[in-house]
């Protein structure tokens, strides 16, 4: 047996998410059909660095699993491309030591949400950016920025449906925002992340940025544990997981 690690692109717009569920269509059950199919029906297990939710898109996606075919990890790109669909594609394949964790060996995760800040639409970018006509204040949205990086209890940014059980601290290493003319790029890397946590952080700083809300009340949010005190959750089809290290 050989464990193999990849990094995995897709467009998550049609899916329910990356989990293999009962209610719909996931990435996980589209990548592990083509493995299977692979191994003349022999079932693969595949494991990802964390699950995405629906409509949510990924670059950097990792996953692992096993196999007994004896394939150079140089062709298995080749071989899996024609098997998944178009909106589903393995980047990068390499071979890894048997203990090799997808989820449980990440050190840090990077994810970028895009927003289209004017007030036409970008027909071409629709599935891929928040579209928000309103004026922004960017700079007020750095500030409150700013006061999310460091070590935190997120559970103000963690949506009440979270299975976890465990601590909700987390540490932020970056939280910054782009500008390139239109578009506003979120980007928020750190040791790990909540349920719902970017997409909350994101549609409250973005009530910062209407002017509803101060930079400074994010402090405030935070100190409340209580997901009442945070902003809206923004929509998924602006979030990317882009970046898993190990």
Sequence with gaps: MQRLK???????????????????????????KALTKMHKGESVKVIASGRTDAGVHAIGQVIHFDTSLNIPASNWKRALGPMLPEDIRVAEVEPVTD???ARYDTTAKEYRYYVWNDHEPNLFRRLYTYHIR??????????????????????????????????KVRTITKAVIEQRGSELVFIFKGNGFLYNMVRILVGTILEVGFGDRTSDELETMLAARDRKAAGKTAPPHGLFLWKVEY
């Design 6 to 32: 990849c990094r995995v692109e897709y467009d998550g717009t049609v899916y329910a998410g990356y989990q293999v569920q009962t209610n719909g269509v996931t990435i996980q059950e589209k990548i592990e």
């Design 99 to 101: 203990d090799f964790h």
């Design 134 to 167: 309103k004026p922004l204040d960017v700079a007020a949205m750095r500030e409150a920025c700013k006061l999310v990086e460091g070590e935190h209890n997120f559970t103000s940014f963690c949506s009440p449906r979270t299975d976890l059980k465990g601590s």
